[in-house]
């Protein structure tokens, strides 16, 4: 009998990959953090002998979620200011709050927060923006979950940097002393078109081709993003981008909430990935994403919570569930984005778009073991049917109990590992005050 570190045996697995089967008494044996196989449970201990075994007899087994765009550390401005337009929002609350308290420990706690939220959420990776990417590294390496943490860059002074190359200054210091380590990888992030010059953008554009780094940013959250480009430069930021060579299969595009079908199809022939953030788009009266425009366009659509300043959750079963019944409503289609299709944004879209899909987001033989159990044997989700629609339609967060990440355990019945859930409270409560008192 071959020895493996564990075997875990649910009734039920979706693996995230092609089509809707969900795997009945199926185990996944975990050896050396990767996933080493999928077997019938009948079968599975006859072939392995595990140091830790499983047996989750109703729940249901996901990949862990791709949580594609975040603000980790603005975690310590939830609901700061709130039922504001993006304008107002930015700059007139959170830009000021930022300028009085961002530092390198203001984003070491919001990120603190922020993971363990994520981690209880079910979120095994996250797709950073924001600065000192130092400080959430930091935690992503003790709390051990996995990211790719974007280099800010801005073309105005900040606590962090004060122009765009003491942005990148800092942020390729910071990737060269992260880059060794497994869970992180690194990417550009440049915050948005109507923050970034053109010059700037032909500097990151350089950095991306020469380094073969990602571009994670905000594109068409806003029409009046829109519309504000067509007045300064005749196109909109979809085309501008594309002027400048900005557009390709590395490009992480958060929000693209106002495409017209030219642009639309500037981002699909580019291979671009489009990052959905329904909630925070709602919130902020931003509008909502034709998701059936992206997806007829062949689009890779992944999802995103932003941060929990605008959302005010990093919760991605509530991403799906919104996008889902939003996208429905819309469409007057009530068979649009099943379950399945939902989860698969949430996971391997997700990892596609972050280029970590030979890695994570999906239960594959060889990929990580980034996994999350879901007990289906509650008040909100019996009776059961079907667990992919208990699991979208009735459970919440809570029901989640177990987090693998590395096929290391981050949640173990419902409580965190590796972070102490008080010190984080009160840590927090401690900002609270500070930042009240401007
Ligand atoms: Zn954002």
Request: glycine content about 6%; overall charge negative.
């Amino acid at each position: 009998m071959e020895k493996v570190e564990k075997i875990i045996s649910p009734s039920w697995i979706f693996l995230a990959e092609e089509g809707d089967e969900v795997l009945k008494d199926h185990s996944i044996v975990v050896s050396g953090g990767a996933i080493h196989d999928v077997v019938p449970t009948s079968d599975v201990f006859q072939l392995y002998e595990a140091s830790e075994a499983y047996q989750l007899s109703n729940h249901l087994i996901l990949p862990g979620f791709i949580n594609a765009h975040s603000h980790s550390a603005m975690s310590l401005l939830k609901g700061y200011a709130d039922d504001l337009p993006l304008n107002t929002w930015l700059n007139d609350h959170i830009w000021p709050a930022e300028n009085q308290h961002v530092s390198f420990d203001f984003v070491k706690d919001g990120s603190t927060l922020a993971i363990a939220e994520m981690i209880k959420g079910g979120t095994t990776t996250f797709n950073d923006m924001y600065f000192f990417p130092e400080a959430t590294a930091e935690v992503v390496s003790k709390v051990g979950i996995r990211a790719n943490i974007g280099l800010g860059v801005l073309d105005f002074p900040t606590n962090y940097a004060n122009d765009p190359e003491d942005y990148l200054t800092k942020g390729f210091a910071f990737r060269d002393q992260w880059r060794d380590h497994k869970l992180i990888t690194t990417c550009l992030a440049p915050h948005a078109p109507y923050t970034i010059s053109n010059k700037t953008f032909e500097l990151i554009n350089t950095y991306a081709e020469q380094l073969d780094l990602g571009i994670h940013m905000h594109l068409h959250e806003t029409r009046s993003e829109v519309e504000d480009s067509i007045k300064a430069f005749g196109i909109t930021p979809i085309q501008r981008m594309q002027d400048l060579g900005v557009l390709g299969p590395k490009l992480m595009a958060a929000h693209c909430v106002h495409v017209s079908e030219a642009d639309a199809k500037l981002l699909s022939v580019n291979g671009v990935s489009a990052i959905c953030n329904i909630s925070s788009n709602m919130k902020l009266g931003s509008g909502i994403p034709d998701i059936n425009q992206l997806l007829q366009r062949g689009i890779n659509v992944a999802l995103g919570t932003d941060s929990s300043a605008s959302n005010n959750a990093l919760d991605m079963m509530r991403e799906m569930r919104a996008l889902g019944l939003v996208s429905k409503g819309l469409n007057m289609r009530s068979e649009f984005l099943k379950p399945a299709e939902l989860i698969r944004m949430a996971t391997i879209n997700g990892a596609k778009a972050l280029g970590l899909d030979e890695l994570t987001g999906s239960i594959s033989k060889g990929k990580r073991a980034d996994m999350i159990a879901i007990n289906l044997d509650t008040i909100e989700s019996q009776p059961c049917y079907e667990p992919l629609s208990s699991f979208m339609y009735s459970a919440d967060r809570s029901s989640i109990e177990y987090v693998w990440i590395d096929g290391n355990t981050k949640l173990k019945q419902g409580q965190l590992v590796c972070l102490d859930e008080e010190d984080i409270l009160q840590r927090t409560k401690i900002w609270q005050t500070k930042i009240k008192r401007i």
